[in-house]
């Protein structure tokens, strides 16, 4: 039996040998061509050059957002600033006055203020009649008025203003009902 044992085993070597044989053992890669080298060194600088590409694209499109958020709240502080301006002019028109030099003097001075607050494109925010919105108005008074509907403006104290969608200044007002 250990010889029968012997030749069983030596059968098996002798196969497995010849499986690995038949299967081949795994080849080394050859190495790579100048060509094969150049064109991956071509397919990598081209990789980096798109993505360099794709990010300077992003960082454009980011600072140009940026810069009109800035224009924007910029010119929304300055607008903010001059409006008391405008109320004091517009408070200036509404004063009798004797001497027509002056008055026509100082209708000159608001429509040019205005014109600039135009250039601006801020829009002055004159909400009598209108129903109220919170977004737009400040209520600081409440009136019973059976002429008017439910939350309509009655009275405005002072204007308000807006850029855009953004409010610089909400307008100042009495709502009735």
Do not use: W
Request: glycine content about 6%; some cysteine; charged content about 35%.
């Amino acid at each position: 039996m250990a010889e029968n044992e012997k030749t069983t085993l030596e059968e098996e070597m002798t196969e497995t040998d010849a499986e690995k044989e038949a299967v081949g053992t795994p080849e080394e890669k050859p190495e790579p061509t100048e060509l094969e080298k150049a064109e991956a060194a071509l397919k990598e600088a081209n990789d980096k050059y798109l993505r360099l590409a794709a990010e300077y694209d992003n960082y454009r499109k980011r600072t140009a957002k940026e810069k009109e958020v800035l224009y924007n709240d910029s010119t929304a502080a300055a607008a903010g600033a001059f409006l008391g301006v405008y109320d004091n002019l517009e408070r200036a028109l509404a004063t009798p006055c004797a001497d027509e030099g002056y008055k026509k003097g100082v209708e000159l001075i608001f429509t040019e203020f205005c014109n600039t607050l135009s250039k601006l494109k801020v829009e002055i925010l004159d909400p009598a009649g209108e129903a109220f919105d919170p977004n737009f108005h400040n209520a600081v008074m409440h009136e019973e008025n059976e002429e008017l509907g439910e939350n309509t403006v009655s009275e405005v104290f002072q204007k308000g203003a807006k850029l855009g969608d953004r409010v610089v200044r909400p307008a100042m007002v009495k709502v009735a009902n």
